[in-house]
Each structure stands twice: as C-alpha cells, then as structure tokens.
C-alpha cells in the first residue's frame, strides 16, 4: 500500500491492484475485505460491524471531532458550540457504553468498527471529558489500548 504525504484526506493506493480507496471508513472496508480480517463474512455480522463503522463515520468521529476545535483549537472560544458537542459526544459514549454492556468489543470480536471509534474514544481527557458514568466504554479503551497494533497505530501522526 502506498500512502501519498500530499494528500489532505485519507488515502492510500494498493500496489497490488492499483485500486485507490480514500476516505478511512472505505479503506478500512476495502483492507478488511481483501486481508479477510476484522470484518466477519457471514451477512448478519458483516452488517452490524458496518452500522456501527457508519455510525462512528456519521457521529462519533464529526462530534468528537467538533468537539475538540472548539473546545482546544477555536480562535474564539464559543460556549454554546463546546457545550452541544460535548453534550453529544456524551450522548455518543451513552449509546456505545449500552453496545459493550455484554460484548468485550463493539460487535462481540474485534472489527474495524473498533478500529474506526478508538482514535475518537481515546482523545476524552483531552477534552475535559471523563468516562467515569461509561464503565463499559472505559473497560473497552483499555483493553483496546493494550493491543500491540493499536499501539503502533497511534504513534503514527
């Protein structure tokens, strides 16, 4: 896989098909895919890790996201934008705390739907927030943080 340093959004290129796949909710899909790893084959779990990647994509990722600008990076610091983020983010880490009440990560195994959530879920105390009323999402990011790859993924800037 080649990774353009150029490139404003995620991208990469497979030097074994030429395929281009931007976007890191698709090359997760597309990497999970062709390894045959962290996405299950069979219908029903293939779709649950696919909901819970779109939710990530579609919630977690753009309000935590929000969340930090406003919060650690605006020019000007804007009560009401730091308090409605903030509020759904938690709102966010309610719905996932529910999802890991009986499951050791987010669709039973480890999925690329974890994968996708983690960098989001990990940045909390730099945001001020605590995962103290979340005790299934606090165990989840341990356990996911003490995981080798994890480790070499988030060093990577």
């Not at 098909?17 to 045959?36: N, P, Q, R």
């Not at 996405?39 to 293939?46: A, E, N």
């Not at 909390?124 to 979340?134: A, K």
């Amino acid at each position: 896989m080649a990774i353009n340093p150029n490139s404003k959004i995620p991208a990469i290129v497979d030097q074994d098909t030429e395929i281009k796949v931007f976007e890191s909710g698709a090359i997760l899909i597309y990497l999970a895919e062709k390894t045959g790893k962290f996405l299950p084959i069979d219908q029903k779990g293939r779709f649950e890790v696919l909901e819970w990647l779109m939710w990530q994509m579609g919630g977690v990722g753009p309000m935590s996201g929000q969340l930090n600008h406003f919060k650690r990076f605006a020019a000007e610091k804007i009560p009401y934008a730091i308090a409605r983020y903030e509020k759904e983010t938690l709102r966010l880490y309610t719905v996932l705390d529910k999802q890991l009440a009986d499951k050791e990560f987010i669709c039973g195994d480890y999925s690329i739907a974890d994968i996708a959530t983690f960098p989001w879920v990990s940045i909390y105390e730099s945001q001020g927030l605590t995962l103290d009323n979340h005790p299934n999402l606090k165990r989840w990011v341990e356990t996911v943080q003490q995981r080798p790859a994890v480790q070499r993924g988030m060093k990577v800037p």
